[in-house]
Structure formats: structure tokens, C-alpha cells
């Protein structure tokens, strides 16, 4: 595992966005595993700063998004399609078409689990999967679990992550109760994984999810198995390593 320690979240974004901007260079054609969240906001900036400024071209990309709420159409200022068209794709020369993120509308959420599945083995391998870290150690929406889940697939939130999200919805009754994510084999098959972490709240899960056990209790130890991982941090996060 290559980590690269960054003085503060600035930094990190800045580290996190070179290398992703040398995979679009070097690949033009290239498949990028995107994550939602905090964390990566200000890598997406960078992106935008360095599409803006004539360096990088994401005419050929395509990309493939960890996961989606169940019930929130990509219009709602919740649905990580919102947040991705928002923080990065609305400011970038992406074709649309050439994004994906599950549909979280979907009748029939296993059958839009499959179809997710076969647009990302139809993509070839994922060139580079960007993950954040959920305080627990989530990855997508893997939660700690007593089995790794392998394939993309729906999920039912914890009434922790209801709550925790609750304040980004009109009243908790409207927080979605199920969610479509990536499952860790489909995130284990990308060539490479770029885990940003920032703060010092991460510092503990980060030192668990690198130095400890493999275990499906703390779901980004798994990255240990993985032959090509980057973490980038800043120094808060990495505190404990
Ligand atoms: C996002 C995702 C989540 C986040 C994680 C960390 O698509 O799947 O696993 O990466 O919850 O979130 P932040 O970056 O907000 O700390």
C-alpha cells in the first residue's frame, strides 16, 4: 500500500486529484470508481480547476458511482446523482451517458442491482475506484456486517446512518430507508483504489481498517487484500497509523 500523508484536507485534495488526473492523462479512455460524501468534494474542485484550465479532458471517461438512495429521484438535492452532477460532472466535459449511477428508482431493486453490474463488466475493469471511510468503516454502503456482501446489491440503513442523515432531509420520515451500493467484490475488482481520508475523527477506523484484522466488522479491512491501494490522507487521519 502506497500512503501519501498531506499537512491538512487542501493538501489531501490536491494529492488525491493528481493522481486521478494522471490516470485521465495517461488513459484517456479510463473508468474512474467515484465515491459521494465530504471527503472528496474538494478533490472534485481540483479537477474542475485543472478541466477549466485547458489541463485535463474527460471527453473519453466514462465513470462508475459507488452508490445511490433507494426512492430519491436524480433530481433530488439528496440523490447522489445530484451530488455528483453538482460537485463534478455539470462542470467537466463528461457525456452524460457515459456516467452511471445506480437508479434509485428502480421498481425492482435487484434487477437494477444486475443491470449495475453487467454496465461495470461491460465497462471492462474499473481503472481507479476513489473510496471515503465511514466512521465504522463502511465503504459504499458495506456496512459492518458479519459477511462481506459481494455484488452490488440494496441495502436497508441502520437507524444510525437514518439519523446522522436526518439533517439534510425536511424530517426524518423523509430520510430513504434503503440504498443501492457497489458490493466489496465489485469495489475489489478495480486495478487500482485511492481511499481519501481527512480528520482526526477518522484517525481510529483508518488505524483499524489498515493495521487490524480482516474482518467483515470493520468492511474497508478488506482493502488489506487488495494489490494496489493509495491512501491518501491528511496528517489528522493518519494519526494513528
Ligand atoms: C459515498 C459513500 C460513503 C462515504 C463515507 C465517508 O459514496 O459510499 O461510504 O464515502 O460515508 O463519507 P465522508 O466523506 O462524508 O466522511
Redesign the pocket.
Known sequence: MRIYRTKDYDAMSQKAAEILAAQVTLKPDCVLG????????GTYRKLIEWYEAGILDFSRVHTV???EYMGLPGTHDQS?RY?MQHNLFDHINIPRESTNVPDGTAADAQAECERYERVIAGLGRVSIQV?????NG?????EPADHFPLDTHPVDLTDTTINANARFFASRDEVPRRAI?MGIRTILRARRILV????ED?AEIVRKAFTGPVTPQVPASVLQLHPNVTLVGDEAALSKL
Open positions: 467515484l465515491a459521494t460524501g465530504s471527503t472528496p468534494i458511482n459507488l452508490d447522489y451530488f473510496l471515503g471511510m465511514g466512521h463502511h465503504i459504499g454502503f458495506n451500493t481519501v481520508v481527512s480528520g477518522k
